[in-house]
């Protein structure tokens, strides 16, 4: 349990699309809720988006509409689309899981974390 493994970041131009992947094969028992957080130079971490085990999903205010999350189950696999990237998205993302409880924006609620991927977008 508690293995994560983030792909997908890059470097692209502001209004370029970038899709990040999170590997959560090591769980045996699926985890009650998933997020996907940032953290920019001498910024604290926060929540970009979540995604809970009913299926609800969430959103940071400043990526609704262009960001989205998604996960199969099936396949261990959660996503994040990201679309519109603007310069202010340039950060380290991190993949998150909690094995009980629901999905929130604090990351201290969180049990295992992915070694982050790093995404930058240039104007």
């Known amino acids: 349990q508690g293995h994560l493994l983030e792909a997908g970041g890059g470097s692209v131009q502001t209004g370029g699309s970038l899709r990040l992947s999170c590997a959560f094969s090591?769980?045996?028992?699926?985890?009650?809720?998933m997020g996907w957080f940032r953290q920019a130079p001498e910024k604290e971490r926060e929540g970009v988006a979540l995604?809970?085990?009913?299926?609800?999903?969430t959103y940071a205010e400043p990526v609704k509409g262009r960001f989205s999350i998604s996960r199969s189950n099936d396949k261990r696999i959660l996503y994040l689309q990201m679309n519109n990237l603007k310069p202010e998205d340039t950060a380290k993302y991190y993949c998150?899981?909690?094995?009980?409880?629901?999905?929130?924006?604090?990351?201290?609620?969180?049990?295992?974390w992915g070694q982050g991927t790093q995404v930058t977008v240039s104007s």
């Open positions: 995604s809970d085990g009913d299926g609800t999903t």
């Open positions: 090591a769980y045996t028992i699926l985890p009650s809720s």
């Open positions: 998150a899981a909690r094995r009980f409880g629901q999905a929130t924006m604090n990351p201290q609620d969180y049990d295992s």
